[in-house]
């Protein structure tokens, strides 16, 4: 059951507490502009309490009564209330959560991230069902979600529109070379590099 709901109105701004939300495919109606993976963050009430931290230090959209949901695999499809979502991966444990908790101590139970595969509307008190469908399950480890991305694609990509494609801002390409290290000079041949183009 969802208990809780928040819209990110701004990059850093509190969160705004709200008894529904809409939504479409590209994303929570009245909220920032998120990168495509990683448009809702849903969050067990079971990390709050665990871990002592409010839903305004994790950023999160959806709270519910749901204790296994880390458990879940990356392509499932939750509905909550009118929503389809498609959980894509685990949000990272950064450091914006240091002065509140070690990130390491939180890792894979930050929440789960997702994407909106419909529209319409969510309610507090909504219920929770894990559906039928599945999709492709989407590596939560930086250099492999860099090589399922590559897999689909169809021509050289971007520096910056890897990133923002696999679920990271521009501002991680300071670090995107050591994760292109591991790749085959082919996977790292598929990625056009610019000073434009990766900052």
């Not at 990683?38 to 871990?51: A, D, G, H, N, W």
């Not at 101590?105 to 894990?130: Q, S, Y």
């Not at 399950?137 to 590559?150: A, D, M, Q, S, V």
């Not at 169809?154 to 591991?182: C, D, H, Q």
Request: positive net charge.
């Amino acid at each position: 059951m969802v208990t809780h709901l928040f819209i990110k109105q701004k990059q850093g701004a509190p969160l705004l507490a709200s008894n529904s939300l809409m939504f479409d495919a590209n994303g929570i109606a009245g909220g920032v502009q998120c990168l495509p993976l990683r448009q809702v963050l849903i969050v067990p009430t079971r990390t709050m309490k665990e871990f002592g931290v409010e839903a305004e230090v994790l950023r999160a959209n959806i709270i519910v009564e749901f204790d296994n949901l880390h458990n879940l695999r990356s392509g499932t499809v939750l509905q909550i209330g009118e929503a389809l979502i498609r959980l894509t991966f685990h949000c990272e444990s950064c450091d914006k959560l240091r002065p509140f908790i070690l990130p390491s101590k939180i890792a894979h139970n930050r929440g789960f991230l997702g994407l909106f595969l419909n529209g319409g509307k969510i309610r507090v008190g909504d219920p929770i069902t894990v559906v039928d469908t599945r999709y492709e399950e989407i590596p939560f480890n930086p250099t492999e979600r860099i090589r399922w991305y590559l897999r689909s694609a169809k021509a050289k990509v971007a520096s910056k529109t890897l990133l923002e494609n696999i679920g990271f801002s521009r501002s991680y390409a300071r670090v995107l070379p050591r994760w292109l290290a591991p790749l085959t000079n082919h996977e790292r041949s598929m990625i056009t590099w610019s000073s434009k183009g990766a900052k």
